[in-house]
């Protein structure tokens, strides 16, 4: 490619990505479900 | 020690690639040095250039681009794809990929372009008038593997393809 003379050169360090990645696929909800009711004890006696 | 770079935005030039057949899939390849771009990662330059010396450190490897060199990954402004196509798009030997390109690394910025140490597509597009509307899909399916835009172009000669490209930029 034809691109003229050399003019300056710099670094470039980009704060994006320029490599757009896959968005990563949701895992499959696990089905809610409600925590055991807690169980109540008797005290014990002292 | 690290130094800050000079940017961060990448540079966005134009070049052109061919859609390469390999096997079952295609993929964008550069026109002189024949280079498979890879997807979902930069492709990363390297000096390719041969120098004969007797002084050892003349022949000594760089890192790509180097100031004094031609090595680096191109692009220039879309004016300059017109050296590189045919009045007629369907002329080619393997059907052309167009598209903008982001450039980062160690950039040698030229008169009409850059050189860079690496770089990816940020937006493609496949004249597709002249090779079929089965190739033309299965080229423009296929190169949704990199995860960037890719468009149909309509034009069949260089001219339209050039004006089609500036105007869809410039919407």
């Known amino acids: 490619m034809e691109i003229g003379d050399p003019q300056r050169i710099y670094t470039i360090e980009p704060i994006e990505d320029p490599v757009p990645h896959p968005v990563p696929s949701e895992p499959d909800e696990a089905p809610w479900e409600a925590s055991p009711e807690p169980v109540e004890r008797p005290l014990a006696a002292p | 020690m690290t130094t800050a770079p000079d940017f961060v935005d990448p540079v966005v030039g134009w070049r052109m690639w061919y859609a390469l057949e390999d096997s079952e899939t295609r993929h964008l390849s550069s026109i002189v040095h024949k280079t498979a771009w890879p997807q979902r990662a930069p492709l990363v330059a390297a000096c390719r250039k041969i120098r004969f ?119």
């Open chain 2, 53 to 171: 010396s007797f002084r050892p450190r003349k022949r000594r490897r760089h890192d790509a681009p180097a100031e004094d060199c031609t090595c680096g990954i191109y692009a220039a402004g879309v004016s300059m794809l017109r050296a590189y196509l045919p009045a007629h798009i369907s002329w080619l030997e393997h059907p052309p990929v167009l598209g903008q390109v982001s450039l980062w690394g160690t950039v040698c910025e030229h008169e009409h372009g850059w050189r860079a140490t690496y770089a990816y597509p940020k937006r493609l597009y496949v004249p597709v008038a002249g090779i079929g509307a089965r190739r033309a899909s299965l080229i423009l399916d296929d190169l949704q593997a990199y995860g960037v835009p890719v468009s149909p172009l309509e034009s069949a000669t260089v001219d339209d393809v050039l004006e089609e490209l500036t105007a869809l930029t410039s919407a």
